[in-house]
């Protein structure tokens, strides 16, 4: 196998890196912020002081950052030292339609590009049981699903350039309608006096039982907003989704809804905060606690 290079070791690279170095794979990490590669310096990982100096290293190099511009940014660099016929395979959730033509842009650079973002939370990189969309060339999936799968356990292809992204829009609008279900749900049992670990129970033993209700509701009994998926990056996500929606022509009422109420917390300071901590908004809705 190749050198494995890994760009971004936020709260998803670092766990999806350090399931690489466990599984037995020479990789090379780079993080805006240096202090990031410690661990997986001290787990075997190389730790490179560039993108520069990362990419004539690695015939794989993986991204995890936070925003289109991000992504964009990463590729500049990597792509003024990487050799011909490096994968690009970028984990990082961005525009459909930007993954597409980095897709189209560096094929025609003498390189491969595989949009892949994934769901699973931070949970889900902890246990390496990630879900990963793929969007590229069947080929270059092949090549790389035997790495991803330390960390994934559900890694698909779904189409060509983009569709991964688009795979991920749709995942998130479900994620964020979820979260929303669950503060609506546990704002009612709270204004009607009911215990909500109990609630949570039964309602997530039935058909109400959701993820987000399974491991969202006890962050919201214990008043617990420390991310795991910070506002910020939802409303991201979201924005995108809408307005993939708007140049496909799909009508997205919930999804806008969720993106105005995700707003609330944003304009209160509190994007930083996990997104459970949308009951509030709701609880504040109904006229606050009982």
Known sequence: MPQIGFVGLGVMGERMAGHLVDAGHAVTVWNRSPGKSDALQAKGANVAPSLAELAPACGVIFICVSRTEDVE?????LLKSAKPNTLFVDHSTIEPTAAKRFAESLETAGHRFIDAPVTGGEKGAIEGTLTVFCGGRPEDFEFAKPIMEAYGRNVRLVGGGGSGQLMKMANQISVALCVLAMSEC???ASKAGLDLSECIDLVGAGAGASWSLANYGPKVVSRDWAPGFAVDLQQKDLRYALETAREIGASLPGTALTHQLFAALQ?????????PALFEVIEGLSGGSK
Do not use: K, Q, S, W
């Open 186 to 188: 546990l704002v009612f």
């Open 73 to 77: 940014e990463v590729i500049a660099e």
């Open 267 to 275: 304009y209160a300071g509190r994007g930083a905060d996990a997104t």
